[in-house]
């Protein structure tokens, strides 16, 4: 079994819907593999926080309909022009088969449960939450990699329709790791990776036209924390497991005159 095969089959295998034969396969290339090892592990704790969680919500029957529609487009690209040629033909992006993997498993159980404690739900946060989550995966936290922002800024030149900001914070204790291409609400968006001693902290942003908004928005769902603003005309979400004191200074050092 490859660990492409493995990773496909552990939402099932979890959820203990695969044939006993097949299951064995996982159980076998799970024990001699750290990587996939790693990746059920974190699926695992993440599908037992989504179901100990305090509030459910039933996932909405478009984004089930539009899940199964993903998983059946089964071509895997695995270059990126490539990918990005096919996703410029309007073709579904791998990184989106990914993400929707993890929010199937997420809606594995019928349900998709979200605490919140100061915003209503809705299924921007929901998405940004979901790909925070993907990107912890082995492999998909960053598509360049630099803690230096000339190498990591220009990568996002005719991949998105706008140029993100990258802060430079290594000195103030939020060294950059890189930047990755994802997809949010329909949009390709760019997603700017910093760390905090072990934590990641992920900043989404795209264009996104409208009045600026001064006080920037905070929600916690499952031990993650999402702050969301309007800046520059862009649209930014900040996604991480960090502690939401130091996440809000690092928000105030990102989005200025917040
Ligand atoms: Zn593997």
Known sequence: MTCADCLD?????????????????????LGGCADCAAAHRR????????????????????????????????????????AVAAMARGRVWPRMLAAAAVVAMMCSAATLAVVHQR????????????????????????????NDQHNVKPWFNGRVNMSPDVPRLDSLGFPLVGGRLDYVDGHNVAAVVYTRRQ???????????GPAEQTAAVSSANGYHLIRARHNGLEIWIASDLNESELENFARMVIPRR
Do not use: C
């Open 9 to 29: 089959t552990l939402g099932p295998f979890i959820d203990g819907e695969l044939p006993p034969d097949e299951a064995a396969l996982v159980k076998e290339h």
């Open 199 to 209: 934590h990641v902290i992920n900043v989404f942003s795209w264009a996104s036209p």
């Open 119 to 146: 915003t209503p739900s809705n299924s921007i946060e929901q998405q940004v939450l979901a790909s925070h989550i993907r990107s912890l995966l082995p492999g998909h936290l960053t598509d360049v990699a630099s």
């Open 43 to 82: 699926l695992v704790e993440t599908s037992s926080r989504v179901k100990g969680a305090l509030m459910r919500y039933q996932a909405p029957d478009v984004l089930k309909a539009r899940i199964r529609a993903s998983l059946a487009e089964t071509a895997r690209e695995a270059p990126s022009q490539r």
